[in-house]
C-alpha cells in the first residue's frame, strides 16, 4: 500500500524559506509522477509542482515558478519541496501526492493523482 508522509512545514516570516520533505513507502515509485499541491482555507486544492521520479524536467505553476523547487532522492525514496522568497500568499496546507501513470496529461489536476499524504500547515507571516 502507497504510503506518504509529508513534514517540514511550520510557521516563517515573509521573504524566509521552508523544506517540505515528502516520505514514500510501498511501492517501486520508478514510472510515477510525484506532485504538490496546496490548500489554503475557503479555496480550492491548486497545483503546486510536479516531478516525474524517475527524472526529467520539473514542472511548475506560475506563481512559485523561481522560488520553490522540487527534487527527489530515489535513495530515500524522498521528496522535496524548497520554497524561497515566502510571501503570505503562500500560507496553506502542503499535501504530496503520487499517480502511476507517467506523462504531462492533467498533470495540474488534483484528480489526476491516486495516492495523497495528510498534509502539512505552512504558514507565512506578514
Known amino acids: 500500500q502507497v504510503q506518504l508522509v509529508e513534514s517540514g512545514g511550520g510557521l516563517v516570516q515573509a521573504g524566509g524559506s521552508l523544506r517540505l520533505s515528502c516520505a514514500a513507502s510501498?511501492?517501486?515509485?520508478?514510472?510515477?509522477?510525484m506532485g504538490w499541491f496546496r490548500q489554503a482555507p475557503g479555496k480550492e486544492r491548486e497545483f503546486v509542482a510536479a516531478i516525474s521520479w524517475s527524472g526529467g524536467s520539473p514542472y511548475y505553476a506560475d506563481s512559485v515558478k523561481g522560488r520553490f523547487t522540487i527534487s527527489r532522492d530515489e535513495a530515500k525514496n524522498t521528496m522535496y519541496l524548497q520554497m524561497n522568497s515566502l510571501t503570505p500568499e503562500d500560507t496553506a496546507v502542503y499535501y504530496c501526492?503520487?499517480?502511476?501513470?507517467?506523462?504531462?496529461?492533467?498533470?495540474?489536476?488534483?484528480?489526476?493523482?491516486?495516492?495523497w499524504g495528510q498534509g502539512t500547515q505552512v504558514t507565512v507571516s506578514s
Open positions: 510501498g511501492r517501486t515509485f520508478s514510472s510515477y509522477i
Open positions: 501526492a503520487a499517480r502511476e501513470l507517467g506523462g504531462i496529461w492533467r498533470l495540474k489536476a488534483p484528480g489526476a493523482y491516486d495516492y
